[in-house]
């Protein structure tokens, strides 16, 4: 069983589109998370939601909204695609301590 | 704010060589320092922590001690082998952060037979 597993693996979009990401961990954990991997690896925060309730939301385009129905799912609906969204997005999942359980990533293609 | 320096790749050695990867941070508080490892086309795997000052973190025959009078959390390993090839991710997290992780920019690390 994957612990945190996120769908598609690859999105190849034309600018403009709306796209999601879903996200889902089976590990019973409290808080998710969204990472942004940019094309030098760089790793960065966008959300944290503890509970459903966001946490964490750092300075990312309000084009980018998360969802979470439910504390064992975190979507990521992406509106008005832009090049410069291009990366791979990781989802994780943690029981608050700071060390989290990554899903295999999705990378993001906007041409 | 909190941040995580680390330092530059690629690093290439042969195989049974010594590894060091340095990671030094800067935090507002007391946080836990992590050691992630991402191999290719995979996320991101938790390596070893530490959540205090002196810890030792150690796994899979890594090491890194947790130096709060350095600010340094460097990464060791005494023998690599070729599948220690990846990119390796320094980082750490305050709880009032949300314990969200902040991540250093990754090494990455690529080792010959």
């Known amino acids: 069983d994957t612990a945190v597993s996120q769908t598609p693996k690859y999105l190849v979009t034309q600018m403009g589109n709306d796209k999601s990401i879903k996200c889902e961990q089976n590990l019973g954990h409290d808080t998710m998370y969204w990472y942004k991997q940019d094309s030098k690896k760089f790793l960065k925060i966008m959300f944290s939601y503890n509970n459903k309730e966001l946490i964490i939301n750092e300075t990312v385009p309000n084009r980018f909204s998360p969802k979470s129905p439910d504390k064992a799912h975190l979507n990521l609906h992406i509106n008005s695609l832009e090049l410069g969204d291009s990366a791979v997005y990781f989802c994780a999942s943690s029981l608050g301590a700071g060390d989290a359980f990554f899903g295999q990533g999705t990378r993001l293609t906007v041409v | 704010g909190d941040s995580v320096t680390q330092m530059e790749g690629p690093v290439t050695l042969s195989e049974e060589a010594f590894l060091t990867i340095n990671c030094t941070y800067t935090a507002t508080g007391y946080p836990s320092l992590f050691w992630y490892v991402q191999y290719p086309g995979e996320g991101l795997q938790l390596l ?3 959540t205090k000052a002196d810890d030792k973190g150690s796994n899979k025959g890594f090491e ?12 060791e390993k005494g023998s690599v082998q070729v599948s220690d090839s990846a990119v390796y991710f320094c980082a750490l997290s305050e709880g009032a952060a949300g314990n969200k992780l902040t991540f250093g920019g990754g090494t990455r690390v690529l080792v010959k037979p």
């Open chain 2, 48 to 50: 070893l922590k530490a």
């Open chain 2, 64 to 75: 890194a001690t947790y130096r709060k009078e350095t600010t340094s959390f460097h990464l």
